[in-house]
């Protein structure tokens, strides 16, 4: 995946609480366009492997369970600088630390049910595309 692309799920938080058409706006607004994209749920197996490197923190149990608790959006995103540029616009992790007006802060609950993850470096963008998308699902 090219350095202008980053990877997003709407988490199953914001999905339960009819946030998607909302976060999709938002970013789109914000000059994402969206070059795959599908409405899916992990299994707890799947969400353990997407989250191995959090594998050894006190909440990784936690984590994959709720991230299997629900439906997700996921989406690969396309922007210039888009790794950096989208997690501007999501807020940090903890929505209490979010800046106004960031998805987080509109739409999360806390640290871990935080309604949607962003890709944290250009590889890890890459890695995690690639874990939901195949070549023939993406569209430039
Ligand atoms: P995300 O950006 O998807 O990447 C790792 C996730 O772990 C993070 O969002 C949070 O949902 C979750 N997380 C990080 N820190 C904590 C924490 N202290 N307690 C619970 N969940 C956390």
């Known amino acids: 995946m090219a350095t202008n692309r980053t990877f997003t799920m709407i988490k199953p938080d ?12 938002q970013i789109n ?6 070059v795959a994209m ?3 749920k992990l299994s707890a197996e799947k969400a353990g492997e997407f989250y191995a490197v959090h594998k050894a923190r006190p909440f990784y149990g936690e984590l994959v369970e709720f991230m299997s608790s629900g439906p997700i959006v996921a989406a690969i995103l396309e922007k210039e600088n888009a790794v950096e540029e989208f997690r501007k616009l999501i807020g940090s992790t ?14 999360a609950r806390n640290i871990g049910e935080n309604a949607i993850h962003g890709s944290d470096s ?6 995690e595309g690639a874990f939901h998308f195949a070549g023939t699902e993406i569209f430039e």
């Open 29 to 34: 607004e914000a000059g994402f366009k969206i």
């Open 94 to 107: 903890n929505p209490a630390d979010a800046a106004p007006g960031t998805i987080r802060a509109k739409y």
């Open 14 to 25: 914001a999905v339960s609480s009819g946030y998607i058409g909302a976060i999709l706006s």
């Open 122 to 127: 250009d590889e890890n963008a890459t890695i």
């Open 38 to 40: 599908k409405y899916t």
